[in-house]
């Protein structure tokens, strides 16, 4: 089992930046490919970022794609995302997930969720 929490959502104006965080436990955490998603209201769960065990591949959905930049930190079992150029269309809940394997866009493939946190753009 891997246990995620997310953390760092919050209220920002369009073109500011947020980190978000997500911390795991559980199971050896270098084992696992790291994703984030977001689903908006009325949406549904999109692919975000995903990045491998070794920080060596990472692949972004073309929406954040030079925005965005996800990274994790084996130490200390904790994935990031860094946002910035944040624009009211980025508002949704994030979610990380982690999942045995290569890189997936589908969330399907994934076998763990956090909670998630929510991220509010205003214009």
């Known amino acids: 089992q891997v246990q995620l929490v997310e953390s760092g959502g919050g209220l920002v104006q369009a073109g500011g930046s947020l980190r978000l965080s997500c911390a795991a436990s559980?199971?050896?955490?270098?084992?696992?490919?790291m994703g984030w998603f977001r689903q908006a209201p009325g949406k549904e769960r999109e692919f975000v970022a995903v990045i491998s065990w070794s920080s060596d591949r990472t692949y972004y959905a073309d929406s954040v794609k030079g925005r965005f930049t996800i990274s994790r930190d084996n130490a200390e079992k904790t994935v990031y995302l860094q946002m910035n150029s944040l624009k009211p269309e980025d508002t949704a809940s994030y979610y990380c997930?982690?999942?045995?394997?290569?890189?997936?866009?589908?969330?399907?493939?994934?076998?763990?969720w956090g909670q998630g946190t929510q991220v509010t753009v205003s214009s």
């Open positions: 559980g199971r050896t955490f270098t084992n696992y490919f």
């Open positions: 997930a982690a999942r045995w394997g290569g890189p997936s866009y589908s969330d399907a493939a994934y076998n763990y």
